[in-house]
């Protein structure tokens, strides 16, 4: 089966520009979550969708973050406007049991 | 909330030689541990995982051990190959709710 997508692999933007990043999950996963990991540091759990409603955002950093998950299928992730300090690899994984997550490959962000 | 430590940050030994990393949590309610490898540039992979009601678990090569009344869990990596370096995150969880992840393990396996 396929496994998780993230477009894109790269992003490069300056400061107060926006992005948005796009996961794709494992077909029939109702579960996506969202972690960012930072300058070499652990991963840090953004948030998790069950379907289309958001199960668990309390990872959010602030509101300059926006994730939809509109139809049950893909989500995306927006930063607007983005800061040098949201830099970091964006990660995606999904789950049909609750507990099993499979990683996407991840988004590197950089932010000017 | 959760919170997870590993240890050792860093990692080095011979090839053939065993590793061990080993991961403390807080959360008593946290009933799944799995162990993800995550070489440069790649996505993190599963590589093995072990629930509370398991006290130990073995693939091959790797095995986990689960001591949920001190609440720590280990992974064992025998007849290291230089292929196993990589950065080894260890983390939590319960069911259902996100991952909270250890800081990470960077093995290196010298050849």
């Known amino acids: 089966e396929a496994g998780v997508t993230q477009f894109p692999s790269h992003s490069v933007i300056e400061k107060g520009q926006t992005v948005t990043l796009r996961c794709d999950p494992i077909?029939?996963?109702?579960?996506l979550y969202w972690y960012r990991r930072v300058m070499g540091k652990e991963i840090k759990f953004l948030l998790h969708?069950?379907?289309?409603?958001?199960?668990?955002e309390s990872g959010m950093p602030n509101n300059r973050f926006l994730a939809e998950r509109t139809g049950g299928t893909y989500s995306t992730l927006k930063v607007q406007p983005a800061e040098l300090e949201d830099s970091g690899v964006y990660f995606c994984?999904?789950?049909?049991?609750?507990?099993?997550?499979?990683f996407g490959p991840g988004t590197r962000l950089t932010v000017l | 909330g959760e919170n997870v430590e590993q240890h050792p940050s860093t990692l080095s030994v011979q090839e053939g030689d065993s590793a061990v990393i080993k991961c403390t949590y807080s959360?008593?309610?946290?009933?799944?541990f799995p162990w993800y490898k995550q070489e440069l540039g790649k996505r993190p992979q599963l590589i093995i995982d072990?629930?509370?009601?398991?006290g130990e678990k073995k693939d091959q090569r790797i095995a986990v051990t689960l001591n949920k009344t001190a609440k720590h869990f280990s992974l064992h990596i025998t007849e290291t190959q230089p292929e196993d370096s990589a950065v080894y995150f260890c983390?939590?969880?319960?069911?259902?709710?996100?991952?909270?992840f250890g800081p990470g393990t960077r093995l290196s396996v010298l050849p």
């Open positions: 994984a999904s789950s049909t049991l609750p507990d099993t997550q499979y």
């Open positions: 077909s029939g996963h109702d579960n």
């Open positions: 969708f069950v379907k289309e409603s958001k199960q668990d």
């Open positions: 959360d008593s309610a946290s009933n799944y």
């Open positions: 072990i629930r509370s009601n398991v």
């Open positions: 983390a939590a969880n319960f069911y259902g709710q996100n991952f909270v």
